[in-house]
């Protein structure tokens, strides 16, 4: 990575306690454990952060395509399944732990009732609202997204999570968070944060910056975990002290 | 590039998320007392570890980087270090003074490229352009201006369009900062977008190590928000044909003698 001058011996900023950071690290592998992976990481991180023992939890997969463009690859709905295998680690932490697959085609609005089976079951009655919903969206496909009642979906004081990611097509950037803000909006949540999930340790980060060719773009190495709550929840300031 | 194929893609030789937070990544972790630190709010600028690797990424050495609104002259101290010519505007009287000075003390301390420090964008009443600028970086934080935030994005956008020369890149570093529904860096791709610039990428500088507390004594308070430890940057292109045009010499091989000084000036705007 390139020096920089020597004027930027500033200190190093510290996340004061009781707030989360913007940057939620990939945990390495050590010589006795392998690393349980970004996105369980980040949904075992969240779910403490966000929620309290007992509470319910909703994840909610991506409807399957009903009409594939392609033959299903190796990958496909990678994020949707690596969603479903975080039950266990929601169901470990205490919280009352549901896994469903949204419509593909709801109209009208989604909200939630009936909605697949529980695959996490004996932990209480169905509730028709949580406390953390989990998702995850394709950067190309959030149309599913956009016909759910996320706030009816969402007890009071309750958070919507969102997992997705921009990526580059032909030279473009895909970025979907103003299409998920809006949507979420019209369910009456707006955008409390946008966590950068790393999804490689930080140590693989550490290498020499050299220019980048034309036409060529970076790996994308983070996802965007979006946070929305309800507009008429209490919002804290935006850097105000926790 | 208008008359060229381009075929993009991805490599693993560059990756999203920038490692320039200011500390080595590989240091270890201490456990201390947390310390106080100024707020973020107000961090609109660039840091000098993040102003580097995006100068080492998006240009090379003879290269001409621009900051337009340059603020204390991070970017073009930093360029000027890398070898690229660098040159700085800013309207603001003690800016400009500041920016000079960093100019000056990296001259002073072997930097190889030459920079130059305006008090405005140059008109047809100038005496000279600005050439083609190869980066156009610089810094956008949330307090700027009053005003609809997109509004006020896309005016400076479009205004940095008659800097950057066909096929080179503007790169703008946001502040993490959520206004209007959205953060800040997602309105700047949006507005982007919207005056003729091709938003190519997202990715994420860091400008502190993410200390990642152990959850078992974790006790979060639900309701705070996440303090910010990065800066959003958006890579933006320029489309059209690569147009030729003279360049000025490239800074001359190392070693450099110590005591040379800017050859920043302040032409009349």
């Known amino acids: ?242 | 590039m208008t008359g060229e194929v381009e075929t993009w893609r991805c490599d693993a030789r560059w990756a999203t998320v920038w490692p320039t937070s200011r500390h080595a990544i590989t240091a270890p972790q201490t456990d201390g007392p947390a310390a106080v630190s100024s707020s973020p709010y107000a961090e609109a600028a660039v840091s000098a570890a993040v102003a580097a690797h995006a100068i080492a990424v998006y240009s090379r050495p003879g290269d001409t980087v621009c900051d337009p609104d340059c603020g204390p002259g991070t970017v073009i101290a930093e360029a000027v270090h890398a070898r690229r010519h660098a040159i700085g505007i800013t309207t603001n009287a003690g800016r400009w003074e500041t920016a000079r000075a960093a100019l000056t003390l990296a001259k002073a301390r072997g930097a190889r490229g030459d920079g130059m420090i305006l008090d405005a964008l140059p008109t047809g009443e100038s005496w000279t352009g600005l050439g083609p600028v190869d980066l156009v970086l610089t810094a956008i934080g949330p307090t700027d201006s009053d005003g609809p935030v997109r509004d006020r994005l896309r005016a400076r956008l479009a205004a940095y369009r008659k800097l950057s020369r066909p096929g080179g890149h503007l790169v703008v570093i946001a502040a993490y900062h959520v206004e209007g529904g959205v953060d800040l860096a997602s309105h700047l791709a949006a507005a982007g977008r919207d005056t003729g610039w091709r938003p190519v990428q997202r990715a994420v500088a860091l400008t502190a190590l993410p200390h990642v507390r152990e959850l078992s004594v974790y006790r979060p308070d639900s309701r705070a928000r996440a303090y910010p430890v990065h800066q959003d940057v958006i890579i933006f292109g320029v489309e059209g044909e690569r147009a030729r045009h003279l360049r000025l010499a490239d800074p001359p091989p190392p070693p450099a003698p110590r005591t040379a000084l800017s050859a920043s000036h302040r032409p009349a705007a």
């Open chain 1, 1 to 242: 990575m390139p020096t920089p001058s020597e004027s930027d011996r500033n200190t190093l900023p510290v996340v004061p306690a009781g707030r989360p950071a913007t940057v939620w690290p990939c945990p390495p592998a050590t010589p006795d454990r392998t690393s349980a992976g970004w996105l369980p990481s980040a949904v075992e991180r969240l779910v403490v952060t966000v929620s309290r023992p007992d509470d319910p939890v909703l994840l909610l997969t991506e409807p399957p395509l009903s009409q594939p463009t392609r033959p299903a690859e190796p990958g496909d709905d990678e994020l949707g399944e690596g969603l479903v295998a975080c039950a266990g680690t929601v169901a470990r932490l205490g919280r009352r732990v549901q896994v469903r697959t949204a419509p593909g085609d709801a109209s009208p609005r989604w909200t939630g009732s009936a909605c697949g089976p529980d695959l996490v079951p004996g932990r209480g009655p169905d509730p028709d609202c949580f406390l953390l919903v989990v998702t995850v969206v394709e950067p190309t496909r959030i149309g599913w997204f956009t016909r759910i009642d996320w706030g009816a979906l969402l007890a009071v004081g309750g958070t919507l999570a969102v997992v997705s990611r921009c990526e580059s097509f032909g030279g473009w950037l895909i970025d979907p968070t103003v299409e998920l803000a809006l949507a979420a909006d019209r369910s009456g949540l707006a955008l409390l944060d946008r966590i950068v999930l790393l999804e490689v340790p930080l140590s693989q980060l550490d290498m020499p910056a050299t220019p980048i060719p034309a036409g060529v773009v970076a790996q994308r190495v983070h996802s965007d975990l979006l946070l929305f709550t309800a507009v008429h929840a209490p919002m804290p300031p935006a850097w105000g002290a926790a």
